[in-house]
């Protein structure tokens, strides 16, 4: 289930914390994101942020229950604005990926926070009352190392 609503340059969606209603979601960002006429390298830095993220709700927030994810796109001149929602576990990446992750130490996975950091320009956490938000931007037309 992925519910969608596109207003001019805003996209609302929610969709079920499953990691199959996260891929659909995505098809439909991708498809909005193209319709907006974004840079390429814009939309591969957000396509890869908002999946880890959202996969990561998908898996550790919802391990045992039925949830769904909220999110809120927002393209204006300068960058890629993006609000997820969930009321799952919490999690507060704060202390997660501020360096690059050992090859060695982490033999499958490891590497999310590090890159979600690495390819945003904002980020922010925060819980209130049972509801986790995760904000990021990602300016457009960045070309990064």
Known sequence: MVD?????TDLHGTCRGRLLDVRKAMQRVER????????PE????????????????????YPDQEGS???HLHLDQTAVRC??????????PSSTGRAAPEPSA???GGYGWFLVRSLTDTLSYNRKDGVNTLR????HGVTRP
Request: contains cysteine; charged residues 15%; aromatic residues 12%.
């Open 83 to 92: 609000c997820l929602v969930d009321s799952g576990i919490a999690f507060d």
């Open 69 to 71: 994810i909220g999110f």
């Open 136 to 139: 990021f931007s990602i300016l």
């Open 32 to 39: 909005f994101m193209l319709a907006q006429d974004v840079a």
């Open 4 to 8: 969608l609503i596109a207003t001019g």
């Open 106 to 108: 982490f033999p499958e």
């Open 42 to 61: 814009t939309w591969d830095d957000l396509n890869l942020v908002m999946s880890e993220a959202m996969t990561n709700i998908a898996r550790h927030a």
